[in-house]
């Protein structure tokens, strides 16, 4: 039997990612939107593009949460999206009222499924959802790091002229302004980044990284990030789907892993069938624990509003 992958929200990023998941025929997907007409009108385009293409995915657009039912994946993509000048915690009200009540529709559905947070402020959504829907932490994570790693590695093939498949990195921490970017575990063809940048350039490109979205916001005006948010959610549905056990930098529910407990952050966690097989624990310097925590405290304020 073929897998089926809910995504609600057919925006830019929900709809690209349907898009992918056809384009490689993981799964059917349902894509779920409050706005009348628009998922199921962006469900028949993508299905017309299947016989040029050659894809025989069956995507179905929908504002019922019914068609949802027995969803082997949720990836959450409803929200309103930054304008420039709005930082990610600007959306919180807005949007933790939607993810509440999406995490719950859709958890209800399937209850069996894993589910993947994408709206922004990301982390504190995973936990929104993780309260709305009921699932065990195994089974809910949030998207970011995969796209922040991937902003690092574009910056560092650009910098030093390399193929971004020779290009390694790791951002821990939450998806926001406080993200910990870590050159020790960065690297190109198996050789650290330390050992072939200067620091300077280093720090460049790690800001540049943290303001990554907040770059294409200012050029886009009218919205946010999408093919690359998109392409990063692909990678964690597909471990997921294939059973990969892929490491990838997640928002996991901390249980006491890096001393934290009771709360979402970016950490490398092994992705398969299961979902969240393990959180890996890495060893961080002092000043890499300090930004890590830090980072830990910003997403304990947003969480404070719905605890
Ligand atoms: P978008 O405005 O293009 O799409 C959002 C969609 O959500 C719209 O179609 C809207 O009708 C729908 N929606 C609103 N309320 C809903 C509800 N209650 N139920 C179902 N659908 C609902 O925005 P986008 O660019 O696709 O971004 C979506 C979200 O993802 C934003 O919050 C954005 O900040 C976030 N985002 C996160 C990352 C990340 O790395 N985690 C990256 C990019 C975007």
């Known amino acids: 039997m073929r897998k089926k992958v809910t995504v609600?929200?057919?925006g830019n990023v929900g709809a690209t990612l349907v898009q992918r998941i056809a384009e490689t025929e993981l799964a059917d997907v349902v894509m779920v939107d409050v706005m009348e007409g628009v998922p199921q009108g962006k469900g028949l385009d993508l299905m017309q593009s299947g016989p040029v293409l050659g894809y025989d995915s069956k995507i179905t657009g929908t504002n019922r949460y019914d068609e949802t039912a027995g969803s082997d994946i949720i990836v959450i993509t409803a929200?309103?999206?930054r304008k420039p000048g709005m930082s990610r915690d600007d959306l919180l009200a807005a949007n933790g009222d939607i993810v509440h009540t999406v995490a719950k529709e859709t958890g209800r559905h399937s209850p069996g499924a894993f589910m993947i947070v994408v709206t922004n402020p990301m982390d504190v959504m995973a936990y929104v959802a993780m309260k709305a829907c009921g699932f065990p932490k195994e089974r809910?994570?949030?998207?970011?790091?995969?796209?922040?790693?991937?902003?690092f590695r574009t910056f560092i093939a650009m910098e030093l002229g390399v193929s971004i498949e020779n290009t390694h990195a790791f951002v821990l921490g939450g998806h926001g302004d406080t993200m910990v970017p870590l050159p020790r575990y960065s690297s190109v063809a198996g050789i650290p980044i330390t050992e072939l940048m200067s620091a300077d350039t280093i720090n460049k490109l790690i800001e540049r990284t943290r303001n990554g979205g907040a770059e294409i916001v200012a050029l886009l005006k009218t919205g946010s990030a999408y093919y690359a948010p998109a392409a990063?959610?692909?990678?964690?549905v597909e471990a997921v789907l294939l059973d990969k056990k892929k490491i990838l930098p997640c928002s996991a529910y901390l249980d006491g892993e890096y001393g934290v407990k009771g709360m979402f952050s970016g950490v490398p966690v092994k992705l398969g069938a299961k979902g969240v097989e393990q959180v890996v624990e890495i060893k961080l310097n002092p000043d890499e624990k300090a930004a890590f925590m830090r980072s830990v405290d910003a997403v304990r304020q947003g969480c404070a509003k719905f605890m």
């Open 232 to 236: 990063a959610a692909l990678e964690m």
């Open 140 to 151: 809910v994570v949030g998207m970011g790091g995969v796209l922040d790693s991937a902003r």
């Open 79 to 81: 929200g309103l999206a």
């Open 8 to 10: 609600v929200g057919a």
